[in-house]
């Protein structure tokens, strides 16, 4: 594939997956944020797979196909399940307010590319100039992770981190070892089944569950 | 025999999972755990003498460091899997789980073992990675096995804020891997750490920054360091007593480890300078979190959790100095943690037994009341607090002894003064908790069968504290491993 | 040779005329989205015929800022429109085709809009203006912000140059940077000229109004200039977007034939797009109040996502 095709792809890709991890932060349907994720699931399967057709290395292709169904399909499926057996599927007032948590998304943005400009000087591709993209989406995960109250945004915010630091590793690496990327994967999936079994378990227990009300265990 | 050391644990937790919960099985986990010891113990003795030893074709690799730690998980792993027995007895006879239940515990147990010595006897970097990975998977479903409203929410923050200590540790790892890409790293183990180390000094040093910083964050969320630290002490509160025994003795210090290789590559690419002052701050920082929460704990378990994030502390700040003489002093704070952390937390766990509450108010004048029991948890935070004949207070004296050499002085300074209030504080939780008068019952025995691996545990800590003989050569090495 | 001039009268009058054809374009297509007939569509052209021979009614209390206002609006509506390459890229004043130019003259327009709200004395107009000056101060920054993001390609905040430089580079037009810039000016242009999904222009209930409530007071031939003035706004911010998206049909020369091509094409992509627009207007409700801040800063880091994409991209 021609240099700028790939150069406009690639960038399309990687963008959108920023744009997601941001979308769920503005959202505050719990259906809209997990469909968020499931789009940027197969936009970063799409950025294994343009990598790896253009290099011509069918791992990264399979690699590509893999994430598609772990995180495009499965992880969002897992979730809406969770979901579905929670009746206030809407965010309760989020700790930090949605203008300002866009903002913030924003200043996590510049901080991410003021943090990874030793990694692009390194690898000045096309690929390596997109990192910044990846560590932001992680930092908005994380953001996601400590502002919000809800279960299930929690565990967005966990597969935001994950699967920024997967942008960065297909980008800077064409990816890792194979080995690594696969544990990386099972972490991702393992990490859901079994936040939706507790899941599960804490709703048999509690009934329908706010994690504001798990305080129990504070100093 | 790398292999064996894997196999005991894996091929134990497969005939315990088969079958429904009996003494007996409880008993074969604690062989599988004292064979792992007896195996680490010849492990050892073949390190020191004849250098690092590998296995399955390259992707296990033994040397002296990694032959300690596991000499230090197999110690712990026995304690843990004796009291075990008794943990799950008590269970399955009150009726709070059921017999299946109580031999997936026997599964968990065993496969967190094997997901441990994975870890420390990994050769590659991804390898240790997919390992402390699994072990977070693994200690979820331990943290939560009693199923109470509290161990949920417990195992749940635990996972969480794990996971996204992972996901760190794991972009750290990918940043190494980009630099060693760079320098022209292509072989077939890329992220073989013993070719890292050699290609250290040629790898970029501004990935390398960021790398380590996301790998002190990244594992240092598993070890508890501060700001990542808030899932310790619920997490080690709710879990059964084993279970936080091994996750308070040795989970945390197998985390430590993986920030130890790093900070070996990270010496050679960038200097000594960074990583200290980041384990500098992140060990003070640590320190004065858990000085100013221990003055106020009301739960005996949640105070043990916070004394472990002191220790963590510590030994952080003894890897920031950096020379040979401190983190042989590190590694032998490690055991002495273990074993005594160990023991407290089996003692602790005991005392929740029979009397039904963690609360320090509830439960005073043990001294009187169960004069072995309080013996033993008083001799206990008496090893932790680094008093002498126990073997924290060589460690500690040493680790400070090194940072005063490197010039970290003032970083030792404010670590004494920390130390001196988590002193004041534990001692008077422990005054509450074990003198008083006697009131009307006379004293209960404690089983002899629980009291004696607790006893062995202190001796064991006292007698290293004492004289650190049989140890020395292989401390030795693995400090030399680190700060050659 | 059509003169600068020419061409930049031309684009007046194409906004001064074409706008309330326009809104009786996006009326019809409404209607019969939703099964009924609706008006003719150059209704709205009548109806201005028909507020014009109506008598003058001011109210009492009102100053010299409540009969000034229409017209303000209408003339800097008709400056910026005159500035702007909708038709060519070569106006008047080409120089001064400055996008803050474009936003302060805006700006000037809903001020003055806003203060003929409260100069009635009225509650409602002092709420539809306190409303409408709210989001106008949150729309600016995502406006500003994104033009930025589209101007970092031409490396001048000309608009003139900034469509020049589209015409003659049109392998960017699907990078992510215009991508994130071109929605957040969306979302910014639905907002300043008091659409759905920030605010139904077709209410009847004054307490749901922001921008009606501002002119309620208005009668007559004050009325006609006003509604002249939001139609030729809404106009002239359809037509910059159009322009900054798909430039082509753009008169790059001062030929006459260029013109007309220039004003075909024009009114063909306005159209098009107010069409697309009533078609999102009848799929949407409208947004409450209180959101309307999280929709603008959705916004604005949007257009902050294309700025950061536009340094990435090279």
Known sequence: MSASTYASALGLEAAAVLLCAVVTLWRRSLGAIVRALAIQGLALACVAMVIGLHQRDPGLVVVGLLVLAAKAAVVPMLITRVVRGDPGSRETQPLVNVPASLVAAGALTFLAFAATRSVTALVPTTAGRLIPLGLACMLVGFFALVTRRKAVSQIVGILLVDNGVALVAFLATAGVPLLVELGASLDVLLAVIVLRVLATHLRSRLGPFDLDQLTELHD | ?484 | MVGAGISSAVQVAVVAVGGPVLLGVMRKVRCRLEGRVGAPVLQPLVDIRKLFRKERLRPDQATWIFALAPVVLVSTVAVAAAVTPLVTTHPAFGAGSDLFVLVYLLLVGSTILALAGMDAGTAFGGMGSSRAVTIGALAEPALLVSILALSATAHSSNLAAIVRATLAGPGSVATPQRLFALGSLLIVIVAESGRLPVDNPATHLELTMVHEAMVLEYAGPDLAVVTVGEAMRLTLLLGIFVNLVAPWGVATTTHAADIAVGVASLAAKVALLGVALSVFEVSTAKVRLFRIPELLAGAFVLALLGVVSGLVVK
Not at chain 2, 61 to 87: E, H, K, N, P
Not at chain 2, 139 to 146: K, P, S
């Open chain 2, 1 to 484: 025999m790398l292999v064996a050391l894997l196999a005991l644990p894996v091929a134990c937790g497969l005939v315990c999972g088969g079958a429904p919960w009996r003494r007996g099985l409880g008993w074969l986990g604690t062989a599988a755990a004292s064979g792992v010891l007896v195996t680490a113990a010849v492990l050892a003795v073949d390190v020191v003498r004849t250098g690092p030893v590998t296995g399955l074709g390259g992707f296990l690799r033994a040397d002296a460091l990694s032959a300690f730690m596991v000499v230090v998980i197999g110690v712990i792993a026995v304690l843990a899997t004796w009291q075990g027995v008794r943990y799950l007895d008590a269970e399955v006879a009150a009726g709070r789980s059921s017999r299946r239940h109580a031999s997936l515990y026997l599964v968990l147990v065993q496969a967190f073992l094997a997901t441990m010595l994975l870890a420390v006897l990994a050769a590659n970097l991804g390898v240790l990675w997919v390992a402390v990975e699994a072990t977070t998977v693994v200690t979820t479903f331990l943290v939560g096995h009693r199923r109470t409203r509290s161990s949920l929410e417990a195992s749940w923050k635990y996972i969480v804020i794990c996971s996204v200590g992972i996901a760190l540790a794991f972009l750290g790892t990918v940043l190494v891997y980009l630099a060693t890409l760079h320098v022209g790293g292509h072989g077939p183990h890329p992220l073989d750490w013993t070719s890292l180390v050699a290609q250290s000094h040629r790898l970029d040093p501004g990935v390398m920054r960021l790398a380590f910083a996301l790998v002190v964050l990244g594992y240092g969320t598993k070890v508890g360091l501060v700001p990542m630290h808030s899932w310790l002490p619920d997490a080690h509160s709710q879990a059964p007593a084993p279970v936080s025994a091994l996750m308070s003795g040795v989970l945390l210090t197998v985390a430590f480890y993986g920030i130890l290789r790093f900070k070996v590559i990270a010496d050679g690419a960038l200097g000594p300078a960074f990583p200290r002052t980041l384990l500098v701050v992140v060990g003070l920082l640590s320190l004065l979190v858990a000085a100013s929460l221990l003055l106020t704990q009301r739960d005996y378990k949640r105070m043990l959790a916070y004394h472990s994030v002191e220790h963590m502390g510590l030994i952080a700040l003894g890897a920031a100095a950096g020379s040979p003489l401190a983190i042989a002093a590190v590694l032998l704070h490690v055991l002495g943690h273990g074993l005594a952390k160990g023991v407290l937390f089996l003692a602790s766990g005991e005392i929740l037994l029979t009397e039904g509450t963690s609360e320090i108010e509830r439960v005073p004048a043990l001294l009187s009341r169960r004069p072995v029991l309080g013996g033993i948890f008083g001799f206990g935070l008496v090893a932790l607090l680094g008093l002498p004949p126990f073997s924290l207070f060589v460690s500690e004296l040493n680790m400070l002894r090194a940072e005063f050499q490197v010039g970290l002085g003032w970083a030792a300074a404010a670590s004494l003064v920390c130390m001196v209030v988590i002193f004041a504080a534990v001692m008077s939780h422990g005054r509450h908790l074990l003198l008083g008068p006697r009131g009307t019952q006379g004293p209960l025995t404690t089983p002899a069968l629980v009291a004696v691996p607790l006893v062995g545990g202190l001796v064991g800590c006292a007698f290293i504290g004492v004289s650190a003989w049989p140890l020395q050569p292989l401390l030795h090495a693995a400090a030399h491993v680190v700060a050659p």
